[in-house]
């Protein structure tokens, strides 16, 4: 790693898993997807994968994000699992155990709450979003697919907002196909979660969101699946010209750099954070520069996540970032 990271202490990493012991011993328990035997995840849509058992153990993630110059870690759900998919009297208590685990994390990590899509409880997402340790509202991507589906997330949406805390857009659970023995193991993240953060990304647009949530911050993962990018197509078959939107981020987890730069040269440098997505990937270490890494990696994660509460009367109050 460059050395200049090292002495990077202020790097905030928006976008990791982890997986306590007790959430993990309530997936052996279960018979039915998702599920583990052993360290072996079973999920509806995706072939079965060989978890790394030490890939979730707390030192240990601790002393590689202290290796790469990560100081904050932010703790996101595992949306493909498909547990805020299941029904509430079912996915509730699996979201309950991974709250409850969170809290008793060492300050290095923080999370975002997770709810499930069936009548979730408004009032107790608000109470969790009043809580330092969690600093926003993960929305599975499979939720949001459509402009419809934007608008049935409304209270949901609107909860994080008079928080002053942001909306994190993660991939969602793949379907269960019919031939999905022919499809290699990368097709989920490489076809289906782009297209899930592809949707997402255009019905936000499509719905006009800023407009109806106006002091709303999103940040969608991997880049939003390179949405941005498409700007031209959208001109191109009837949409409206879109201006770039200050509080609207994506982060780097799964995207390379040219990828990367794309996004850039369409949203600017202000727009991306650092996600690496761990276990599954690595903090990005270097991007366009030394200015460039520093934005991204400590400049723009403490921007996207400075609490924003609302007052009752509509003003914003300003809180600093810790």
Not at 9 to 15: K, R, Y
Request: one cysteine or more; charged letters at 25%; a negative charge.
């Amino acid at each position: 790693m460059p050395e200049h990271h090292r002495g990077d202490s202020g790097a905030i990493d928006v976008h990791q898993h982890l997986w306590l012991d007790e959430f993990v011993d309530r997936l052996r328990a279960r018979s039915h997807t998702p599920y583990l035997r052993g360290w072996t995840l079973h999920t509806d849509g995706e072939p079965p994968y060989d978890v790394d058992e030490k890939a979730h153990d707390v030192a240990t993630r601790i002393a590689s994000d202290e290796e790469a110059g990560v100081t904050a870690a932010c703790l996101s759900l595992s949306a493909p699992l498909g547990i805020e998919s299941l029904r509430r009297p079912e996915a509730q208590p699996l979201i309950d155990v991974w709250h409850h685990g969170v809290r008793g994390l060492p300050g290095h990590f923080r999370a975002w709450v997770s709810t499930p899509a069936e009548d979730a409880d408004i009032v107790g997402v608000s109470q969790l979003l009043s809580d330092e340790r969690f600093i926003g509202l993960q929305v599975p991507a499979t939720d949001l697919l459509t402009p419809l589906a934007w608008e049935r997330k409304a209270q949901l949406l609107l909860a994080a907002e008079l928080a002053g805390k942001p909306v994190f857009v993660h991939p969602g659970p793949e379907p269960r196909q019919a031939l999905a023995r022919s499809l290699p193991a990368w097709w989920a993240p490489v076809v289906g979660y782009t297209a899930q953060l592809q949707a997402a990304w255009w019905g936000w647009i499509a719905i006009g969101g800023r407009a109806l949530f106006p002091r709303l911050k999103l940040v969608f993962a991997a880049g939003a699946g390179s949405a941005p990018v498409l700007f031209e197509r959208h001109a191109l078959r009837g949409g409206h010209r879109t201006a770039v939107d200050p509080d609207v981020y994506v982060d780097t987890s799964g995207t390379g750099e040219r990828a990367l730069e794309a996004v850039v040269r369409v949203l600017g440098i202000d727009a991306l954070v650092l996600g690496s997505d761990s276990p599954y990937a690595e903090p990005l270490e270097e991007f366009l520069g030394e200015a460039a890494t520093h934005a991204v990696r400590v400049t723009n994660p403490r921007r996207l996540l400075r609490p924003e509460p609302l007052r009752l009367g509509g003003e914003r109050e300003w809180v600093a970032a810790s």
